[in-house]
């Protein structure tokens, strides 16, 4: 299942039964190390968006009580074995137009529809 907050209603009413769904990490600290924003998988929207506020999901703390009740059931597809590094993606990325503020194309987002081209290039 994925859920998103409710002020990203019009981006997640889009996503139909069939859509495909990459799964983005953003970059992180592990430990002393930082990795970096990669693809991990590839999943299928097996589901209408339904409504439901159970508590099933880990909020961060700047989201405080959120329980992102605007969701869709999920069907895995691919779980990369090797996640696809994003940041070597980019220069090559449509989507992105502003390759060196590219974070401004997925921050704050719940979901980001690309072009098909950029996708085949992802999962190529």
């Not at 299942?1 to 970059?27: A, C, F, M």
């Not at 961060?60 to 895995?76: A, C, D, N, V, W």
């Amino acid at each position: 299942i994925w859920g998103v907050p409710e002020r990203h209603k019009n981006t997640i009413s889009r996503v139909k039964p069939g859509d495909l769904l990459l799964i983005y990490v953003k970059q992180r600290s592990v430990g002393k190390e930082v990795e970096g924003p990669k693809i991990v998988a590839l999943y299928e929207a097996a589901s209408e968006v339904f409504r439901d506020s159970s508590r099933i999901f880990r909020p961060p703390p700047k989201m405080g009580s959120e329980t992102f009740p605007l969701r869709i059931k999920l069907k895995p597809v691919k779980i990369f074995e090797k996640p696809v590094e994003f940041k070597k993606l980019i220069p090559k990325l449509k989507f992105i137009e502003n390759k060196k503020k590219w974070t401004g194309h997925l921050m704050g987002k719940a979901m980001r529809e690309i072009p098909e081209e950029d996708f085949k290039l992802i999962t190529g």
